[in-house]
């Protein structure tokens, strides 16, 4: 049985968010090449045309009795939700479609697709993030839901979320890579042409004031230390390769990457890590090693603060 996921279509939604779980879910298939998902959509209402925020409609051959068969639902972003936007609160006809969802489906939201899981109370006391630009107000309208805008998507289990556009393909990568392994999910990335992990989170893209012209950026810093993630390397060391005082560079870094030189050191490091648990046998000692991590158990917490578990059980899982 392949999982069924299905696509809420909302009117105002964004073809190309709409698209993105089709896409994505697609294109995963088992070492013998058999689908491993079924992708439907539905909207809230009987068969019809849904508007979306393009000069087009598309017609949607699935009506709210869909949801009722759906292992996991996907809700898009939408510039038309309403009262959901405005104050928190779900139209009739959400409501009554949201109540067709089975207990214990997966909830996944893509974009401002969160506001609908929120006004839901689906995200009540639970981590959740949305488009940074609209962080401010998400977290105003829904007080219990713990918001973080810096984040490219949130996995809380049962119910996720992801930033802004793009955000989408990363989370649906990811759920990809936790149902059935990263090299599927590996596949779908490189057939769909984008990277299986994306560097930072979606704070490097929240707009900010253009610099100056003829600043250098610390692209050469970056690219210097990955070939060098096994050795020791310090925030002077980086902030050398680009003739900078450690306090330039540490501002420029984060300005250009949404993140600390020592945040994205330490996020590249277990990236390495992640690559050599799930293609090699290599020790876990010798691991910690290669991916610049003082010892064995320095590596073990740091991939289990990233991933939620130790170097063992993720290489047991993915590999």
Request: charged share 20%; hydrophobic share 40%; aromatic share 6%.
């Amino acid at each position: 049985m392949t999982h069924r996921v299905t696509v809420l279509a909302l009117d105002g939604c964004l073809p190309f968010e709409l698209g993105i779980p089709q896409r994505v879910f697609g294109r995963a298939r088992s070492p013998a090449g058999e689908p491993l998902y079924t992708i439907t959509t539905c909207s809230v209402r009987p068969p019809g045309p849904v508007r979306t925020d393009a000069d087009f409609s598309v017609l949607v051959e699935n009506g709210p009795e869909e949801l009722a068969r759906a292992d996991t639902v996907v809700i898009p972003a939408s510039y038309e939700l309403g009262p959901v936007f405005t104050q928190g609160r779900l139209t009739d006809a959400l409501e009554s479609s949201l109540a067709l969802v089975r207990p214990g489906t997966r909830m996944v939201s893509i974009c401002t697709g969160g506001y609908v899981l929120a006004a839901a109370g689906l995200l009540d006391g639970r981590p959740a993030t949305t488009h940074w630009a609209s962080a401010d107000h998400f977290q105003q309208l829904f007080p219990a839901v713990r918001v973080d805008a810096d984040v490219l998507f949130i996995d809380d289990g049962d119910v996720l979320t992801s930033a802004g556009v793009a955000a989408g393909i990363d989370l649906c990568l990811h759920i990809v890579r936790r149902d059935h392994g990263s090299g599927i999910a590996n596949d779908v990335a490189r057939r769909t042409v984008v990277p299986p992990h994306r560097d930072g989170g979606q704070a490097q893209y929240i707009e900010r004031p253009v610099p100056e012209p003829g600043i250098t950026s610390t692209a050469r810093a970056r690219a210097w230390a990955l070939s060098r993630l096994h050795e020791p390397l310090s925030l002077r060391d980086l902030a050398a390769r680009q003739s900078m005082s450690v306090r330039t560079f540490t501002r420029r870094f984060r300005e250009e990457v949404g993140l600390s030189p020592g945040e994205w050191l330490t996020h590249q490091r277990v990236q390495r890590a992640r690559h050599l648990l799930e293609s090699t046998d290599l020790p876990i000692e010798t691991i910690a090693h290669d991916a610049g991590f003082a010892t064995a158990q320095s590596l073990r917490a740091h991939v289990h603060k990233a991933l939620g578990v130790s170097p063992s059980t993720y290489r047991r899982t993915f590999r």
